[in-house]
């Protein structure tokens, strides 16, 4: 049997869902200095509250305050009080800058020189 609800017990369900959804997700979007909480994240893709601005281009993905994507994004859908967005592309962020050559596993990693 599938329950029929009133607009306006549907439309706080929704919202009781939402606010629930923030709280839980530490992950965040920053573009342009602003900083937007995700929803819910999957391979593909993320989504924001509707609220939110129709964000298109580059933004940064971070889990707290850990940079976790460099990421390419476009709007794909507004659905049951979400903006959802599809990754062109997500680059993962290193700590470290890429190398264009091997490191050997016996490399040193100092220079002694000599005080003479």
Same mark, same amino acid.
């Given at each position: 049997?599938?329950?029929?609800?009133?607009?306006?017990?549907?439309?706080? =369900?929704?919202?009781?869902?939402?606010?629930? $959804? &923030? &709280?839980?997700?530490? =992950?965040?979007?920053?573009?342009?200095?602003?900083?937007?909480?995700? $929803?819910?994240?999957? &391979?593909?893709?993320?989504? =924001?509250?509707?609220?939110?601005?129709? /964000?298109?281009?580059?933004?940064?993905?971070?889990?707290?305050?850990?940079?976790?994507?460099?990421? =390419?994004?476009?709007?794909?859908?507004? +659905?049951?009080?979400?903006?959802?967005?599809?990754?062109?592309?997500?680059? #993962?962020?290193?700590?470290?800058?890429?190398?264009?050559?091997?490191? #050997? +596993?016996?490399?040193?990693?100092? /220079?002694?020189?000599? #005080?003479?």
């Amino acid at each position: 049997m599938e329950a029929v609800f009133s607009k306006e017990i549907q439309a706080g =369900l929704d919202q009781a869902r939402i606010d629930a $959804l &923030k &709280k839980s997700s530490r =992950l965040r979007v920053q573009v342009d200095g602003k900083i937007h909480p995700v $929803l819910r994240m999957w &391979k593909t893709g993320f989504a =924001l509250e509707s609220a939110a601005p129709a /964000l298109r281009g580059f933004v940064d993905l971070y889990d707290g305050s850990i940079h976790l994507f460099q990421c =390419l994004i476009i709007t794909s859908d507004d +659905d049951e009080g979400e903006r959802r967005y599809e990754f062109k592309r997500a680059t #993962a962020v290193s700590e470290k800058p890429a190398v264009d050559f091997e490191v #050997a +596993d016996h490399a040193p990693v100092g /220079l002694i020189e000599d #005080a003479r």
